[in-house]
């Protein structure tokens, strides 16, 4: 049994072996591969015989595969066998720089090839490349035609920056490419709330502004898209309370005995041998609760709009309650019949609830919690 275990820990620690030092990736045919993962075992244990040999065998091997990619690229009609191209110079320049910094490695391959002159001129070849395919994915004139073209000159301008006009075209395409949102808040039709609701409009814009960021999403207020002179939004989100109360006061009074959880002292008698003792009972009160209750509450719809077609995409209503109470009262009787609770009760005064504006706050709280989530949600498939 122990020789089997033995075996089998051998073998484990001869796979693990060959796969740190790039034997397996060699074998496979993934001679990139199998060159980092030997220089990289060759910088923690420059003697190790396997690495060694897998450096030697895989970066010739290497070289040879992407020469060879790069020539039939060439040699084809591919628009983008310059920009492909580039992958690979890419690659062939990580290898040279990799063994360049592991003595172990430069001691094996003391001439590694750079390619660093035909990257650039790769570069300088692949950047009409991106920029044309650019050109043409505008004038497919789709949003999503917007994103590649997008793309596509972001690339020109990595491979030879400031390439002819590629920055005017970075935002001609970006333009293209965003969805435009106008926000629209349809105001409450009461003066005695519109602080309020102007509040709750606001925190949902800025959430909108701040915590939305998507590179091809732009959200606009209704100012914001006259002064811009945009004409056609892509989407309208609307949004409006259909029905809301605030302040609606219930009052609620109850009477009821209370008795004394324990017996307490209710006096003293005393005994024929004159001897005076305490009597213990339990105590009884009458107690008098006033509760009032004041209740706020709104419902917020959700529309999302197709501006070109007037499409309704997202329609949803969101709801939110605040509950506002106090209780007051008074007892007649012993009150030590009372709780803590009920005593406490009894020593509240009335007060007043809320002011309105306030409780309107409250109970928009709920709602646009679930009104950004909701948003959030929808625009992150954008």
Known sequence: MKKTLHYILLILVVSLSACSSGE?????????????KAVDRLRSNPDKVKAQETL?????????WYEREINNLQASADPFKNTKSVDKYQLLNRMYNDINRCPAAIR???NPKSYQYELEEAKRMAAPECYQAGLLAMEKGGRQDGINAYNHFQKANAFVPNYK???HKLEEAEFMATLKVIIEHIPVNSQKYK???????DQVTQYLFHNIKRRFVRFYTPKQAELEKLEYPDHIISMGFEDFVVGETHDTNYEKEVVSADSVEVGSTTLKTGEKIKVYNKVKAK??????EVISKGLLSLKVIEFGNQKIINDKHFGGQFNWFHEWGHFNGDERALSKEELEICEHEPILPPPHQDMFVEFTKPIYTDLTQELRRFYNRY
């Open 195 to 201: 602080l309020s609701s102007e509040f709750f409009q």
């Open 56 to 64: 030697l065998s895989s970066y010739p091997l290497a070289v040879q």
């Open 287 to 292: 107690l008098h609760i006033h509760k009032r």
């Open 24 to 36: 397996k990736a060699l074998q496979q045919g993934n001679y990139f591969t199998a060159v980092s």
């Open 165 to 167: 006009d590629v920055q």
């Open 108 to 110: 094996l391959i003391p």
